[in-house]
């Protein structure tokens, strides 16, 4: 029982992790069908915040709060820097752009702090463990699965309550003409960008909470993380993103448990291949997204 219990909080840490990540990508997707490949770099600008702020002296709470409206700075610079002057163009234009602009982030980094990894400061409950229904836990896994569960919530609330979140769900299903009944179409995207910024910044929090240190290069690894669950939830679904997140970290953890030791540096062929065959099952995703609509 206690492995089953141990087992379950694994997943549901990671799985909160993910699905944020996955969120923060799908919700700019769902309205402009484009992928923003510069995603990872909001998780990078979070922890370097929270480096740069290291000596300042101020509670973690607030150079957290911080990191985060820096990830949703740079979400919206993304949108006016790298999408908004050439998304009418063409999409090969934007894609390009996207990548242009990760590129620039990194190297920024590069150039102005150090391609070395740099310690992020963490509060002491980072690292201690807590007893959970008879388990041994790190408390950052508590920490990430309320986190989630709260944001999660919170951002349910805002898509069906909330005006904007009307907006965005319109824009979502058909953005064209979501423009003729006189939706916002430059609010609606830079509140998506936004949202998805808030996303990874805490996402970045708990991510790197779990590392312990920042670099470069750092934000790759969530990008295609949140790439490959929202393929395999759904790309235009927000429930297939939040889903396929769970479902990816219940593989990944899964496969920690269940592989022999000298098979785990194979663990993401398993994953990739299980992921494979579901995508020959179900090519939309687990979830299918609205119809699709124009959105130009």
């Known amino acids: ?19 944020l990540m996955a969120l ?10 484009l992928v923003n490949f510069a995603y990872g770099e909001l998780i990078m600008i979070a922890g370097y915040v929270l480096y740069l702020m290291s000596g300042s002296g101020l509670p973690w709470l607030v150079m957290a709060f911080m990191g985060v409206l820096a990830a949703i700075a740079t979400g919206i610079a993304t949108d006016y820097i790298a999408f908004r002057p050439v998304r009418a163009k063409s999409v090969t234009a934007v894609l ?10 990194q190297n ?27 388990v041994v836990t790190p408390a950052r896994n508590l920490i990430t699965i309320l986190a989630a569960f709260i944001l999660l919530s919170l951002f349910l609330f805002v898509m069906r309550y909330t005006i904007i979140g009307l907006a965005m769900r319109a824009a979502a299903t058909n953005f064209r003409m979501a423009r003729m009944l006189g939706v916002p179409a430059n609010l609606v995207i830079s509140s998506a ?11 970045s929090l708990l991510w790197l909470g779990r590392i312990g240190s920042v670099v470069p290069g750092v934000g790759l690894e969530p990008l295609l993380i949140a790439f490959i669950a929202t393929v395999l939830g759904g790309m235009r679904s927000l429930e297939g ?11 990944d953890t899964g496969l920690n448990y269940l592989l022999p030791q000298d098979l785990l540096k194979f663990r993401d062929a398993f994953t990739f291949s299980f992921v494979i065959l579901v995508l020959l099952w179900r090519p939309q995703g687990l979830i299918k997204g609205p119809a699709s609509g124009d959105r130009t």
């Open 24 to 33: 923060g990508l799908v919700i700019v997707y769902g309205i402009l069908r």
């Open 108 to 134: 920024a980094a590069l150039l102005l702090v150090s391609p070395r990894p740099r310690p992020i400061p963490l509060p002491d409950l980072f690292s201690t463990t807590v007893e959970f229904l008879g």
């Open 193 to 203: 960008f936004a949202i998805s910024g808030l996303l990874a910044g805490v996402a």
């Open 96 to 105: 390009i752009t996207s990548f242009a602009f990760s590129t620039l982030l």
């Open 241 to 251: 993103a939040v889903l396929g997140g769970f479902l990816l970290a219940f593989i």
């Open 1 to 19: 029982m206690t492995t089953v219990i141990q087992f379950l909080i694994d997943v549901l840490s990671l799985g909160g992790a993910y699905a």
